[in-house]
Every structure is written in C-alpha cells, then in structure tokens.
C-alpha cells in the first residue's frame, strides 16, 4: 500500500511540472490544463468507493483541488510580494 500510495504521489505530483521541464512555451497553462486533469482522473477514480458517479466525483474532486490550487498560488503570490 506505501508504495502504491508513493508511486501515485510522484506521479501525480510530477504531472504538473511537465510543462515547465521541457520548456514549453506557454507551460503555465498546459499546467493548469494537466492538473485540472489530474484532479478529474482522481475524483472519477475516487468513486468507485463512493455512491457518487464517477461524473459528478471527478468534478467535485476538480473544484475542491482547484480551489485549494488557487489559494496556495494566491499566498505564494502574497509572500513572493511581501519578500521582495
């Protein structure tokens, strides 16, 4: 289960950061696009241990994982201002 739950961190972890290591013009968004994504794989998958569709699982993951995405660059943001 560890190297389940590792192995799927790295690689969903990773899947973001895609874009900007073989320097794609334009990477910001692709990543955007990637995690967005992500989110949605996860939350479809996600119900097959839950009573929700996998529709509506794979949409909820992506609003809550976006949401939590937007803070955390809103506060990196924040403190890359207050730095500098």
């Given at each position: 289960?560890?190297?389940?739950?590792?192995?799927?961190?790295?690689?969903?972890?990773?899947?973001?950061?895609?874009?900007?290591?073989?320097?794609?013009?334009n990477a910001f968004w692709f990543s955007l696009l990637i995690t967005g994504v992500v989110f949605f794989i996860i939350g479809s998958i996600k119900?097959?241990?839950?009573?929700?569709?996998?529709?509506?699982?794979?949409?909820?993951?992506?609003?809550?994982?976006?949401?939590?995405?937007?803070?955390?660059?809103?506060?990196?943001?924040?403190?890359?201002?207050?730095?500098?």
């Open positions: 289960a560890a190297a389940s739950t590792f192995s799927a961190f790295i690689a969903c972890g990773l899947a973001p950061l895609i874009p900007f290591l073989i320097s794609l013009e119900s097959r241990w839950s009573t929700a569709s996998w529709c509506y699982s794979g949409f909820s993951t992506l609003l809550v994982g976006g949401v939590a995405a937007g803070l955390a660059y809103l506060v990196g943001m924040l403190l890359k201002h207050l730095a500098g």
